[in-house]
């Protein structure tokens, strides 16, 4: 088992629409969970963090963390065709003092 | 200011080539690092520095050398490598880590090498 899964997509979407990002991990005590934004040729972008269970919302942005199930999401409303791209998940894992990435999901939002 | 800055863009060397990567750094950040990234899969860790000192080494090949001459700067040392070794090259720069938790990381542009 991975220890951050993501589904590779292509997740496609039209423009306006709400994109629903997922991410599970495997170790029960991670604490730190990150969102990334990649284009395609370009580096990773840093676009959310969340520490605790709950919403945390920024702009468009709206990260879910779920401890208990060991998942962590990304909501963008009004989806624009300028958020196509790879979303990398990436969590801290106990005993390793660097993150650890998901394998990245591709989001294509349709104009 | 959440810059990091990484020189060259780009990096064509040959094998018996030496060459270097630098990356800089101004967020007062103590802990940096370097991944490499193929293409369509997500950045792996190769080295951690923190408070200057390395920290963690992914039992990266000798070919790949770093090196940290200040809290700013970062420099990977390129020798005899490999074509498999073309890849994306990523600089990153946080906060120091704590045992069970992270701080946001904040990555350079990349240097793009290939290795002919």
């Known amino acids: 088992q991975k220890e951050v899964e993501q589904n590779s997509g292509p997740l496609s979407v039209p423009e306006g629409a709400i994109a629903s990002l997922n991410c599970t991990y495997s170790?029960?005590?991670?604490?730190?969970f990150f969102w990334y934004r990649q284009y395609s040729g370009k580096s990773p972008e840093l676009i959310m963090s969340?520490?605790?269970?709950g919403d945390k919302e920024d702009g468009r942005f709206t990260a879910q963390l779920n401890k208990a199930s060991q998942y962590v999401s990304l909501l963008i409303r009004d989806s624009q065709p300028s958020d196509s791209a790879t979303y990398l998940c990436?969590?801290?894992?106990?005993?390793?003092?660097?993150?650890?990435f998901g394998s990245g999901t591709r989001l294509q939002v349709q104009p | 200011d959440t810059e990091v800055t990484q020189t060259p863009k780009h990096l064509v060397m040959g094998m018996t080539n030496k060459k270097s990567l630098k990356c800089e750094q101004h967020?007062?950040?103590?802990?940096m690092y370097w991944y490499k990234q193929k293409a369509k899969k997500p950045p792996e860790l190769m080295f951690v520095?923190?408070?200057?000192?390395?920290?963690i080494n992914e039992s990266v090949p000798s070919r790949f050398s770093p090196e940290c001459p200040n809290s700013s700067l970062l420099n990977l040392h390129l020798h005899a490598l490999q074509p498999e070794d073309s890849a994306l090259y990523l600089c990153?720069?946080?906060?120091?880590?704590?045992?069970?938790?992270?701080?946001?990381?904040?990555f350079g542009p990349g240097t793009r090498l290939t290795v002919t």
């Open positions: 967020m007062g950040h103590r802990a």
């Open positions: 990436a969590v801290t894992v106990t005993g390793r003092r660097a993150l650890t």
């Open positions: 170790d029960r005590v991670s604490q730190s």
């Open positions: 520095y923190s408070y200057e000192k390395l920290s």
């Open positions: 990153a720069s946080s906060q120091i880590p704590g045992l069970k938790s992270s701080y946001e990381q904040y």
């Open positions: 969340i520490y605790s269970n």
